[in-house]
Every structure is written in structure tokens, then in C-alpha cells.
């Protein structure tokens, strides 16, 4: 018996998502859902987490692309973000200001490593701040409508004959 050896197959890509992750930090939930509600789209993927180490499990298989940390007083904190690994520094981050916090350094978070860090002090500075850092996740609305009604017009307006008086 003679046999011709198999050719390697080609392992097949990994199919990249046409969605964006968005990890949402508040230990708050009824203002973690109102956020998610604001920001909801099909081409974003949302996560609303308690804490910060909720982002980074080792059994959590979605990676984010922005998370948004929402500082509260006593539970989450500037300090926290000091504590994760170098590599989940490289993120976006977006920083939103609350009434327990009224103001956080951001070049004390930039010294430390942090390569994308932005501050936003309501929900709709936050939603400014996505859609900048991540270009893809804007609504993109393609008006159909006022394209038929065009040639409709055009075609009515030479069935009728215009009488002059």
C-alpha cells in the first residue's frame, strides 16, 4: 500500500467582528443601563461590568475596545486603573466625571502608561468621545426616501401638459 501524503491545509483565517466592544464600569446599575440604553447600535457590542476587574478575567473571552470607567466615590476610583497590566494600558479610555467626583488629573494616568485617556462630564460627552475614538460606531442613515420620491416628481411633471392662458 502505497499512500501519496495529504496536503496541508491552510488554516482559515479568523473572521475579524464588524462590531466594536464597549465595556461600560459603574457600580451603579440603574445608571450603567442608562448609559447602555444612550449608546445601544447594532455595530456596538456592550458589556456593563460592576468593576474594573470584571474587565480583564482571564475567562472573559471578549476583549474590549473602549471602556468607559465612571468614577464614584469609595468604589471606583482613579487609583484602580494604576493597578492593571501594561498591555490593557494601550486601550481607549474614556472617564466620566460624576457628582461624587468632580475632577480627575488624566496626566497622572498618561505618566503611568496610559496611551488614550479622555474625560467626559455627561452622557452625551461620552457618546462625542466614541465616536471619535472609534469612527465605525457612528450611524450611518441612508435617506431612501426623498430619492424616490424625486424621479416620481419628474415623471408626473411631464405626463402633465402645462397649459398657457
Given amino acids: 500500500m502505497n499512500r501519496r501524503p495529504r496536503p496541508r491545509r491552510k488554516p482559515k483565517p479568523t473572521p475579524k467582528p464588524d462590531y466594536k466592544s464597549i465595556f461600560i ?14 449608546l445601544k447600535q447594532e455595530k456596538l457590542f456592550i458589556m456593563t461590568l460592576v468593576s474594573l476587574v470584571d474587565c480583564f478575567k482571564q475567562n472573559n473571552p471578549m476583549k474590549p475596545d473602549l471602556i468607559i470607567y465612571v468614577l464614584r466615590k469609595g468604589k471606583t476610583e482613579l487609583t484602580h486603573l494604576k493597578n492593571i497590566k501594561n498591555h490593557f494600558r494601550t486601550l481607549h479610555f474614556v472617564i466620566v466625571l460624576t457628582n461624587d467626583v468632580s475632577e480627575a488629573n488624566l496626566d497622572e494616568l498618561k505618566e503611568n502608561g496610559f496611551t488614550s485617556v479622555h474625560k467626559a462630564g455627561s452622557q452625551d460627552m461620552v457618546k462625542e468621545h466614541i465616536y471619535t475614538l472609534i469612527p465605525e460606531a457612528q450611524k450611518t442613515q441612508v435617506e ?3 430619492a424616490l420620491t424625486a424621479p416620481a416628481q419628474v415623471a408626473s411633471a411631464q405626463e402633465t401638459p402645462v397649459r398657457a392662458t
Fill in 144 to 146: 431612501e426616501e426623498p
Fill in 25 to 38: 464600569v459603574d457600580p451603579i446599575k440603574g445608571e450603567r443601563l442608562q448609559l447602555a440604553k444612550l
